[in-house]
C-alpha cells in the first residue's frame, strides 16, 4: 500500500459463489458472511468490517480477528456508512477498491465513490491482492493441509459407502454427512455414475441423477473439504464391482503418467509454457483430448491463475486463456489430467504445492479404486 500510495483499502465480497467470492475479505478478517460484506482496510489505523445484517454480529464477531465490526444498518444504503469510514483514513493518497476475486461479483460502488473522490483518487487494487495471495504462507499451508486431510476423509468414506443400487443424489449425501462430522465444509461435490462399457460422461456431474449404481460401472468424481474456506481437492475414479475395460485401464494410465510428470516438472519460476509443450507434446502423440483445465492455481478464491491447457490445435476441448507466467515456490495449484478418448473420460488430480526443484502433494497419491 505504501509502494502504490494507496491510504485504504476497500474490500468487497459476498456469496455468489459460495465462500470463494469472499476470499479477500476473509484473507484479511477471518470472517464470512452469508449475503455480503466490506472491509475498510487503513495502512494507519485500524480495519473495519461492515457485515451485511446487524443480526448475524454475534457470530462474525467470533470468527473474526478484528475488533471494529458493526452490521448495517436496515434499510438505509450502504454507501452512506462506507463513505465517512473511508474519508476518514483517506489522506493526499488514493483508495483502493478490491473487488470479489476474478471479479464474480463487481464492486457494487464504483462509480459513485469515483463520482465523490474522483477517478484518479479510487483505484483498482484486486490484482495487488491476488499477487499477494498467490504464495501461501507456512500458517496458510497448514489449514490447507486441515482441508486436503477432510477431503481425503470424505471421498474415503464415500468409496467405502457405497452400494450397488444406491443412486447419484444418496452418493453426494454420504459426502455430505462425511464431512460435516469432521466440521468440515463442503464445496465441491461433483460425481456420476456410467457404464463403463457404454459410456455417457466423461467429467463428473455438477447437479446429479437419480441414475443407480449398477456393477461394472465407472464412478467420475471431484471433490473439495474445507476448514473455514481452506480447502483441498481431489479427482479418483473408481469401478464397482469389476476391473475397468481396457480402454479406461489405459485412459487411467496415460492420466496417471502425466500428473506424475507434471509434478515432477513443475517448479519455482518454471515457465508455464514449457508444461505447455509437454502436453502437447504427450496428447499428440497418444491421440488425446484434455477436457478440463490441466492445472490451476488454487486459493481461499479457488481457481485462480494460472491455467495450463495444450495449447496446440484440436489438444483442449474448451478454450481458455493462457497467460504467459511463470510458477513461484509457494504456490499451490490442482494438477488434474482430465484425458479424452472418443466417448470416454478419465481425471485424476491433487492439491499439491511447488518446491525448488518439484511440486510436493497435500494429498494421498491418486489411483483408480476397485470397490465392491
Known amino acids: 500500500m505504501e509502494r502504490d500510495g494507496i491510504d485504504v483499502l476497500l474490500c468487497y465480497g459476498d456469496s455468489t459463489s459460495d465462500l470463494q467470492s469472499e476470499a479477500n475479505v476473509a484473507y484479511l478478517s477471518n470472517c464470512y458472511d452469508i449475503y455480503y460484506e466490506f472491509l475498510i482496510f487503513p495502512r494507519a489505523g485500524e480495519p473495519h468490517l461492515l457485515i451485511s445484517n446487524p443480526l448475524y454480529l454475534p457470530n462474525a464477531k467470533e470468527m473474526a480477528i478484528l475488533d471494529q465490526i458493526e452490521g448495517l444498518p436496515r434499510g438505509k444504503d450502504p454507501f452512506e456508512t462506507i463513505v465517512p469510514l473511508v474519508g476518514e483514513f483517506l489522506g493526499n493518497g488514493k483508495i483502493g477498491i478490491v473487488h470479489s476475486p476474478a471479479l464474480k461479483s463487481p464492486f457494487p460502488y464504483l462509480e459513485r465513490l469515483q463520482s465523490k473522490f474522483g477517478t484518479s483518487i479510487v483505484v483498482d487494487c484486486t490484482r495487488m491482492m491476488s499477487e499477494l495471495m498467490s504464495t501461501k504462507s507456512s500458517e496458510e499451508v497448514e489449514w490447507f493441509k486441515k482441508g486436503a486431510a477432510l477431503t481425503e476423509y470424505t471421498i474415503d468414506a464415500l468409496f467405502s459407502r457405497l452400494k450397488i443400487g444406491m443412486n447419484e443424489s444418496q452418493a453426494v449425501g454420504i459426502l455430505a454427512e462425511a464431512s460435516s462430522s469432521r466440521e468440515g465444509r463442503l464445496s465441491v461435490g461433483f460425481l456420476g455414475f456410467t457404464p463403463s462399457q ?3 460422461i466423461i467429467f463428473p456431474r455438477q447437479f446429479q441423477s437419480s441414475r443407480i449404481l449398477n456393477r461394472g460401472d465407472l464412478i467420475l468424481t471431484e471433490l473439495s473439504v474445507g476448514y473455514h474456506g481452506y480447502y483441498g481437492q481431489v479427482q479418483r475414479p473408481a469401478m464397482m464391482n469389476t476391473s475397468p475395460p481396457k480402454e479406461y485401464a489405459e485412459l487411467y494410465d496415460e492420466s496417471s503418467s ?18 505447455r509443450t509437454y502436453l502437447n507434446k504427450k496428447l499428440s502423440e497418444k491421440g488425446l483430448q484434455a477436457f478440463d483445465v490441466v492445472v490451476h492455481g488454487w486459493g481461499l478464491q479457488g481457481v485462480t491463475e494460472p491455467l495450463v491447457d495444450p495449447t496446440d490445435r484440436g489438444l483442449s476441448m474448451i478454450k481458455r486463456p493462457q497467460k504467459k507466467l511463470r510458477f513461484k515456490e509457494g504456490m499451490l495449484l490442482v494438477i488434474q489430467p482430465n484425458l479424452v478418448k472418443g466417448k470416454r473420460g478419465i481425471q485424476v488430480g491433487n492439491l499439491v504445492q511447488v518446491g525448488k526443484r518439484r511440486c510436493h502433494s497435500l494429498q494421498k497419491d491418486i489411483g483408480f479404486n476397485m470397490l465392491g
Open 198 to 200: 457404454n459410456p455417457e
Open 258 to 275: 502425466v500428473y506424475h510428470h507434471l509434478v515432477d516438472l513443475i517448479r519455482d519460476d518454471l515457465d508455464c509454457d514449457i508444461a
